[in-house]
């Protein structure tokens, strides 16, 4: 009974530590408020609500036509939400995700503690039962939870390494594999690029246990077994990593690793990087008693501090820091941290476990006055530097990054705690205080740590979740049947919030998305940056052609080319006049179709218009500025607007007599980049008879076509205010004619196309020379029949698709798995069935014949090597003298 008590020690400390932080920063339960911020909110809570619609059968896990104008889904399931606890939002409402985030994250820290807390029951049975809980509250509440929560997969990973570092001892030790290959598959399966590290770490623990803590005659048959149970893991899982490893190096997240490594600083940003490790201090203050005699012949003892330092080292040299992530990050720059710091708690449990062999002594007033001065500067520091540098502390949780400032109260907590910490070890292991004693002195100052370190990173974070509950009101409020589309007429929200509402759409941003979409949608002229695609700009040509049936505006938008259908307080959505359904017959070469103009977006809408809708006369009307000022203007391949006379102001106008009904765009575009910031950027502020309507055009929330206004037979005024100088590839005001197409989306021959799961079917008569378009991104995983024959699909328009179609009837179906997904189903049962095999063998007592074990042996250890030097030695190596 006491054994399981001691088990749920950890996890009910940081569950009632939890909730004093959520009473203290009113989080629910306490309040409607929710600690969820940044990628929780651009991407875990949108795509938990689509996992959700997909556990009611109302979506499919292969393909999701919600994101991305319909991707891969399996890839970015495996990146943000494949984990056992995903399937929780079975049980909530839509409305209460974003609060039952404070619950997830709460959960999983429970987990992490308690995977923690049973490693050092397991490895340090000295230690006793309170302490092996403490250590465990510990490592939930470390740095990588704190700064890193809200990718909440991650921690995932972290309740998992525990098992992982059991698993491969007792690989080693005992020949047992099955829980090295199941807890590594598991990680494979729960976060496939964070297990790039875990691979990696893994051969580098793998080489220095059998090297420091095996008897040399039990080296070869180790890493026979680590090779064989590696391999049956990475098989296993290949229809994890497989498909997952293949749509990322589609997207547009590639990168020149040599570049990477070359640029940037040598050391890490210590302002960022350094208090991760600052919520830990307990690792630090029990490093120096290991010099100590007690423990000066572990083998164990040294081969996790070598571990240690391998694993400490990227937290300062930036280009082994970038190369532990696969050469570069954009932020949360220690990924692999939970690592680190849990093998710095087994060094903390190392330095606990003995004591010096010195009587016990009994407790002196000077003890007594140490221990209640520690305890006393603690929390007077703690709660001083709580109540006046809260927010300065709390910078990273507004930017992703510290500063100066957040570092220097940090460091000041950190010394702070340190020392409390020291002075509590040192009376204990010298026997200054008993054990018992040290136990509560060492739980007052965790929990003071733990409530201090959350208050900083997770506190500071509160936010009503009123916004995302009105937003969320906006789903199901469409009742027609077959297949549309829905965007926004601006970024009012994270762009993945709109297949969270359970609408089909073009918007998406993960690290997945195809680089041949992203370029493609900035060309068509719609708003991306980053790995983000928005749903925003564009033109009524393009919504048209993408099936935008409803557009998400302001509540208040004024809408002469729609009727709105719902309102609430913040929100509208608008039925939009012009909508062609997803298939759309053309005639044409299709191999002359393979890629967007290379010229003007303005040209581009006008080459769509004639190419795809058979459209007659112009479309598109290009407008010339009627005056300049301040202002040299100037156009050959380039646009180049190079303010004059400075300070004065400069200007760009354009007096316009519309003709006609016409839609007025402005465009200012230069390269096909994933920048988060382009140069281009933040370069105009747009005026329209005589209104502000943009202060800083372009910028990451709308960077595409921007639509300045429908006119009718009337003049405008349009004011350029050049912000900056300009040099831009496509730029300048034109105007789209209403009537002209209306009149060509009313003579397109559209297409309904029946979308069921993965399966698309389309049924259309066809002439010989015609063509079915499909506004579905290309995507190597479709394979397509017509009348039940295989038959090409083409890729057009840069990312999408067209099928030939035959004379007369033609029944198209499309199918899609994701490419990879049939080869690593089958590579995984082959891993299972070597699996049971592994299993069999080695639980039986088997051995394999001795020249085989040599022949291992020596390319394992060149492997390790390698791996070793392509970590620490390499990066360095490039940036210094690539």
């Known amino acids: 009974m006491k054994k399981r008590v001691s088990l749920i020690a950890a996890p009910s400390a940081v569950l009632l530590l939890m909730s004093v932080v959520f009473l203290l920063y009113q989080l629910f339960p306490f309040a409607q408020n929710t600690l969820s911020w940044c990628d929780m909110n651009q991407q875990v809570v949108p795509i938990l609500l689509e996992f959700k619609d997909i556990l009611a059968g109302e979506g499919n896990l292969l393909l999701n036509m919600g994101n991305a104008g319909g991707m891969n889904f399996w890839g970015v399931f495996l990146f943000f939400i494949s984990s056992p606890f995903s399937f929780l939002v079975a049980f909530v409402d839509k409305q209460d995700m974003m609060v039952f985030m404070n619950i997830l994250v709460t959960l999983k820290m ?36 704190m700064m890193f929560y809200q990718n909440v997969v991650w921690l995932d990973m972290m309740y998992l390494f525990p098992l992982l570092l059991l698993g491969i001892e007792r690989m080693l030790t005992l020949r047992k594999p099955l829980m090295y290959c199941l807890v ?20 580098l623990a793998a080489a220095l246990y059998i090297l420091i803590c095996l008897p040399r005659e039990e080296r070869k048959p180790g890493i026979v077994l680590f090779s064989a149970s590696s391999l049956v893991s990475a098989l296993l899982t290949a229809v994890i990593w497989l498909p997952a490893l293949k749509q990322y190096l589609a997207s547009a997240r590639g990168n020149d690793l040599l570049q990477n490594l070359s640029s940037g600083e040598f050391v890490t940003n210590i302002f960022t990087v350094v208090p991760f490790l600052f919520c830990t201090a307990a690792v630090f203050a029990c490093l120096p008693f290991l010099a100590l005699r007690t423990h000066r012949r572990s083998r164990h003892l040294k081969y996790v501090m070598a571990l240690f330092l391998l694993m400490l080292l990227p937290f300062f040299i930036e280009p082994i820091n970038k190369i532990w992530h696969t050469g570069s990050y954009q932020a949360f720059p220690v990924r692999y941290g939970y690592i680190t710091t849990f093998l710095g708690l087994i060094l903390a449990a190392a330095a606990l476990q003995k004591t010096e062999p010195h009587p016990l002594r009994r407790p002196t007033l000077p003890v007594a006055v140490a221990l209640v001065g520690t305890l006393a500067a603690f929390a007077g520091s703690l709660l001083l530097l709580t109540a006046t540098h809260q927010d300065d502390m709390a910078q990273y949780s507004r930017s992703l990054w510290g500063n100066k400032d957040s570092f220097t109260y940090l460091l000041i907590a950190f010394l702070v705690v340190f020392v409390c910490y020291f002075v509590a070890v040192y009376l204990y292991k010298f026997r200054r205080i008993s054990k018992p004693l040290f136990l509560v002195v060492l739980c007052l100052l965790t929990a003071g740590e733990c409530v201090f370190n959350a208050g900083v990173y997770i506190g500071s974070t509160s936010e009503s979740v009123a916004g995302y509950q009105r937003l969320v009101d906006l789903a199901d409020r469409l009742p027609d049947d077959g297949f549309y589309r829905v965007k926004a007429d601006k970024k009012y929200f994270d762009v993945n919030m709109m297949g969270g509402l359970g609408y089909n759409s073009l918007s998406h941003y993960t690290s997945l998305n195809s680089e041949h979409y992203l370029y493609a949608m900035k060309k068509l002229g719609y708003s991306s940056y980053w790995m983000e695609v928005n749903s925003n700009n564009g033109t009524l040509l393009t919504d048209a052609l993408f099936s935008n049936q409803y557009t998400i505006a302001a509540w208040d ?8 259908v719902y309102q609430n307080s913040t929100y509208s959505i608008i039925k939009n006049q012009l909508f062609l359904p997803m298939g759309l017959k053309i005639n044409g070469d299709l191999s002359q179709m393979e890629f967007l103009p290379d010229g003007e977006r303005a040209d581009i809408q006008e080459s769509l218009y004639r190419t795809l809708l058979g459209g007659e006369g112009r479309l598109c009307t290009r407008y010339e500025p009627s005056e300049t000022q301040n202002l040299l203007f100037g156009h050959s391949t380039r646009y180049i607007l190079q303010r004059d006379n400075l300070p004065e102001e400069s200007s760009l106008t354009y007096s316009i007599s519309v003709q006609g009904r016409q839609v007025l765009y402005l465009d200012c575009f230069d390269a096909l980049s994933n920048r988060l910031k382009e140069p281009i950027n933040d370069s105009i502020q747009v005026m329209v008879n005589g209104t502000v309507l943009e202060k800083s055009y372009p910028n990451q929330r709308s960077n595409g076509l921007y639509e300045l206004g429908l006119f009718e037979d009337e003049q405008v005024e349009i004011t350029l205010f050049l912000l900056r100088d300009i040099a831009a590839k ?38 010989d020379g015609e063509s079915l378009s499909l506004f579905l991104p290309y995507d190597e995983g479709f394979t397509a029949t017509r009348n039940g024959s295989p038959v090409d699909i083409f890729r057009i328009n840069d990312a999408f698709m067209a099928i030939p179609l035959q004379q007369g009837n033609n029944e198209i179906q499309l199918r899609f798995r994701p490419s990879g997904f049939n080869i690593g189903l089958v590579l995984s049962g082959a891993g299972l069935l070597l699996l049971v095999a592994l299993w069999l063998w080695y639980q039986r007592g088997r051995k394999l014949p001795q020249w085989v074990e040599r022949a291992l042996s020596i390319p394992f250890f060149i492997f390790s090597y390698l791996v070793l030097a392509f970590l620490y030695l390499f990066p360095v190596a490039v940036y210094f003298f690539y």
């Open 110 to 145: 429970m987990v992490c503690a308690f995977t923690a807390s049973w490693f050092f029951r397991k490895r340090f049975s000295e230690l006793g039962e309170g302490l092996t809980a403490v250590l465990g509250v510990m490592y939930a509440f470390s740095g990588y939870t």
């Open 184 to 203: 590594l598959s598991a990680m494979v399966t729960v976060n496939f690029y964070l297990s790039y590290m875990v691979v990696l770490f893994t051969v």
């Open 557 to 564: 938008k004024q809408t002469p080319l729609g009727e709105s």
């Open 730 to 767: 496509s730029f300048g005001v034109f105007g789209m004619d209403v009537d002209k197409l209306s009149k060509a989306v009313d003579q397109a021959q559209g297409v309904e196309i029946l979308v069921d799961g993965s399966t698309l079917t389309a049924s259309c008569q066809g002439e």
